[in-house]
């Protein structure tokens, strides 16, 4: 999944769940829309079915540091990227 795809994810995300309507990317999410830990642990689960996996509790732990959209995707390429290269070979379809 690219960049722009993940945002475009993103960005849905925040106008279904939180309607949130086109945050911008590098606003502190939690300053501007007073974006708590019950949100983030939504989105946490929003991320899991968006990648079709379930987050470790380490990569739970690193995602409270997040605070802007741009982060937030940061944060799912660097999952995706990390998956992509952890899956034992022959898995691949």
């Given at each position: 999944?690219?960049?722009?795809?993940?945002?475009?994810?993103?960005?849905?995300?925040?106008?279904?769940?939180?309607?949130?309507?086109?945050?911008?990317?590098?606003?502190?999410?939690?300053?501007?829309?007073?974006?708590?830990?019950?949100?983030?642990?939504?989105?946490?689960?929003e991320?899991?079915?968006?990648?079709?996996?379930?987050l470790?509790?380490?990569?739970?732990?690193?995602?409270?540091?997040?605070?802007?959209?741009?982060?937030?995707?940061?944060?799912?390429?660097?999952?995706?990227l990390?998956?992509?290269?952890?899956?034992?070979?022959?898995?691949?379809?």
């Amino acid at each position: 999944m690219g960049r722009d795809a993940i945002q475009a994810a993103i960005m849905r995300i925040f106008d279904e769940k939180f309607e949130i309507r086109e945050p911008g990317v590098d606003e502190n999410l939690r300053d501007v829309y007073e974006f708590d830990s019950i949100d983030a642990v939504e989105l946490l689960r929003e991320i899991e079915i968006l990648l079709d996996t379930q987050l470790t509790r380490p990569e739970k732990k690193r995602a409270m540091e997040i605070r802007t959209i741009n982060q937030i995707i940061n944060y799912i390429e660097a999952l995706s990227l990390a998956r992509r290269f952890a899956k034992p070979s022959g898995s691949e379809q």
